[in-house]
Nanobody, 124 residues
Framework: QVQLQESGGGLVQGGESLRLTCEAT?????????MAWFRQAPGNERVCVAA????????FVDDSVKGRFTITRDNAKNTAYLQMTSLKPEDTAVYYC????????????????WGPGLQVTVSS
């Protein structure tokens, strides 16, 4: 079992940056989990923005944010991050942190644990 809590969202203007933080609380080592960030805009499916493997050796980043978003993790701090730069209005969504044990994937069904989500709004 792992509990996840996101922070760092909010309202920004286009072109600005935000860093999302996901803190994990678990009886298992944080490195036991693949970590990912998903987002969901109203009326849309939940989509994987980025994922990072257990030790950070493998990273997936969706084409829609490639070059603008970076996922990292600090296993010593039980924390994953999503650095978002050059934000666009189309990045507006609820962002979710997720943890899984079945490999680095973009499929939401392979992640067993989810944070409550936080709103990111980018104005034009």
């Amino acid at each position: 079992q792992v509990q996840l809590q996101e922070s760092g969202g909010g309202l920004v203007q286009g072109g600005e940056s935000l860093r999302l933080t996901c803190e994990a609380t678990s009886g298992r080592p944080f490195r036991s989990f693949v970590m990912a960030w998903f987002r969901q805009a109203p009326g849309n499916e939940r989509v994987c923005v980025a994922a990072i493997s257990y030790e950070g050796a493998r990273v997936f980043v969706d084409d829609s944010v490639k070059g603008r978003f970076t996922i990292t993790r600090d296993n010593a701090k039980n924390t994953a991050y999503l650095q978002m730069t050059s934000l666009k209005p189309e990045d507006t969504a609820v962002y979710y942190c997720a943890a899984g044990t079945r490999g680095t994937s973009r499929q939401p069904g392979l992640y067993d644990f989810w944070g409550p989500g936080l709103q990111v709004t980018v104005s034009s």
